[in-house]
């Protein structure tokens, strides 16, 4: 759903500036075309874990307004973030297929939520989101692999979520933020302007959800949250309702994330 007016002009003027130069000093090694990029990378680059690196890109992903409106759509008290990243559908960029995140991320509860926050207009376009109508309340999660290149149609035939369902996509203006739960099935549009279409996303959790199973993920593995053992550590801190900032992590990413590190997914440091 779309909350208008979240934001003025001017922090979204202000934000748009600092995503855009952290993204080019974390992307400085990938000087690669969007041709010669993997169907994956060609709907996005990627860049997570901004508010570790970044103190100005901090005081958004924690800004409590963002925080207010993700628990009171999720009905619960309190929230972490689990990662942000800002997401930015090049000029040119193809869609993002069909997918919904829950299954990428191994919580056990499913009180999770993104908010989507554009720096641009966001219209058909260029990579406008689009959302399966009701497909959060049908509560089983089916991994859909955008990874590895373009979905199939045969993957998505028989999912209960989206077959009969038609996609309600959404034009968004500055200053409005869309915010989609975990289990909600969505997609984008290509995105076929001549500006790149940059967003950051943050996506919250209910304080006291647990780790669900041993599936690999920085966000649990990084501070080693067993299966079973509660999702609370400095990699995911209180998002909501907090006084103040949090720190970023004092423990070094070690050099198991290193591919994420040179990808300039994670911080270096
Ligand atoms: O920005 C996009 O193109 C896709 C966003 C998305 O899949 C998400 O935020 O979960």
Known sequence: MTVPDVFTLSEIEFYREVIKDAIKERK???LRPLDDKSEYEQSFIQCQNLWEDYPAIRELTFDQRLGEIASNLLGV???RVWHDQALVK?????ETDPHHDQPYWPIKETNTITAWIPFCDVSEKNGQLGFYPGSHQIKESQFINIF????D???????PQIKDSEVEYQNLNIGDVSFHHGL?????KPNNSKEDRIVHTVIFFEDGSKRSDD??????DRPGIKVGQAIRSEVTPLAYPIKSLPSAPKEKISDDFLGYKMLGLLPKD
Do not use: Y
């Open 28 to 30: 400085q090694h990938d």
């Open 148 to 151: 590895s290149g373009k979905v």
């Open 90 to 94: 090049e000029a040119g960029g193809r």
């Open 215 to 220: 599936k690999f993920h920085f966000s649990v």
């Open 77 to 79: 008290n309190k929230l």
């Open 184 to 188: 909600t099935f969505h997609r984008a």
């Open 153 to 159: 149609d045969s993957e998505l035939k028989d999912i």
